[in-house]
């Protein structure tokens, strides 16, 4: 099967200076499988791309590789020109990249306004990072991402009592909270009500151009909404690139992913 590149993305207009992160011929094998083979990606700065694909394309693999989450074997990750490639995930993370996992991770026990104090401190005791008196520009930070993400109101709520939902909003607060210039997020409306993914699309667009967001999302509403530049994988491998319009009649990716029905059906 052909494997197309549309060749008007955005990704490929801009000069290669100009790329917040690069990923260049990236490699993993999992018991001699390729999960990700030869893998090339930009994304610039303020933009929102989405990864599709059908389940085991690699996208997951490839936000992991990213995030220093695991290693590669091959092939290389520039973020801001410098090579991050097999750093470990928390370099990665004081370097500028934040990432929102497919399963929230939250203190359950703390309220929300508590969980986001934690997530502007780097220092690994909770204790301290409950109770260190935060700067007054961090509390309005801490207010203006909570109204960002809808949880001004419960903001002295234990999270274990959020809704799904809710807690997903914490969570991208919560990265947020670091101020990255790339925002991974693995399925963020997996689980998600209409409303909610309506909810987290609004938030997303209230991202575009503070913060690079490379999202990895099965809903294709939701994707419809949100995305610049979308990236079909699939076999580990970068199938075809480019908008909506182009992904949808693009023969490669309607065989192997889509369907007649396109984006909306998928």
């Given at each position: 099967?052909?494997?197309?590149?549309?060749?008007?993305?955005?990704?490929?207009?801009?000069?290669?200076?100009?790329?917040?992160?690069?990923?260049?011929?990236?490699?993993?094998?999992?018991?001699?499988?390729?999960?990700?083979?030869?893998?090339?990606?930009?994304?610039?700065?303020?933009?929102?791309?989405?990864?599709?694909?059908?389940?085991?394309?690699?996208?997951?693999?490839?936000?992991?590789?990213?995030?220093?989450?695991?290693?590669?074997?091959?092939?290389?990750?520039?973020?801001?020109?410098?090579?991050?490639?097999?750093?470990?995930s928390d370099k990665i993370a004081r370097a500028g990249i934040g990432r929102k996992f497919q399963i929230p991770s939250v203190f359950k026990d703390l309220t929300v306004a508590e969980n986001m104090q934690v997530a502007f401190c780097?220092?690994?005791?909770?204790?301290?990072?409950?109770?260190?008196?935060?700067?007054?520009?961090?509390?309005?930070?801490?207010?203006?991402?909570?109204?960002?993400?809808?949880?001004?109101?419960?903001?002295?709520?234990?999270?274990?009592?959020?809704?799904?939902?809710q807690t997903q909003w914490l969570e991208i607060g919560m990265v947020l909270a670091q101020n990255p210039k790339l925002v991974l997020l693995d399925e963020p409306t997996a689980g998600m009500t209409v409303q909610e993914t309506r909810?987290?699309?609004?938030?997303?667009?209230?991202?575009?151009?503070?913060?690079?967001?490379?999202?990895?999302?099965?809903?294709?509403?939701?994707?419809?909404?949100?995305?610049?530049?979308?990236?079909?994988?699939?076999?580990?491998?970068?199938?075809?690139?480019?908008?909506?319009?182009?992904?949808?009649?693009?023969?490669?990716?309607?065989?192997?992913?889509?369907?007649?029905?396109?984006?909306?059906?998928?």
């Amino acid at each position: 099967m052909a494997r197309t590149v549309i060749s008007q993305s955005l990704s490929t207009q801009q000069s290669p200076n100009s790329y917040l992160l690069e990923i260049q011929n990236l490699e993993v094998s999992f018991d001699g499988l390729k999960v990700v083979d030869e893998l090339n990606l930009c994304v610039n700065p303020g933009e929102v791309r989405v990864l599709i694909g059908a389940n085991g394309a690699g996208k997951t693999t490839t936000m992991d590789l990213i995030s220093g989450k695991i290693k590669a074997s091959k092939g290389k990750i520039l973020f801001k020109g410098l090579n991050i490639t097999n750093w470990e995930s928390d370099k990665i993370a004081r370097a500028g990249i934040g990432r929102k996992f497919q399963i929230p991770s939250v203190f359950k026990d703390l309220t929300v306004a508590e969980n986001m104090q934690v997530a502007f401190c780097f220092n690994p005791s909770l204790f301290l990072n409950v109770y260190r008196c935060l700067q007054r520009k961090e509390h309005e930070r801490i207010s203006e991402i909570l109204d960002l993400v809808g949880l001004t109101e419960l903001s002295q709520q234990p999270a274990r009592l959020l809704s799904h939902g809710q807690t997903q909003w914490l969570e991208i607060g919560m990265v947020l909270a670091q101020n990255p210039k790339l925002v991974l997020l693995d399925e963020p409306t997996a689980g998600m009500t209409v409303q909610e993914t309506r909810k987290t699309a609004e938030i997303v667009n209230s991202l575009r151009g503070q913060h690079a967001i490379l999202v990895v999302e099965h809903d294709m509403t939701f994707v419809r909404d949100i995305c610049h530049i979308i990236t079909v994988m699939h076999q580990g491998k970068k199938l075809a690139e480019g908008t909506i319009s182009e992904i949808e009649n693009n023969p490669d990716v309607l065989a192997a992913y889509l369907g007649n029905g396109g984006i909306s059906h998928a």
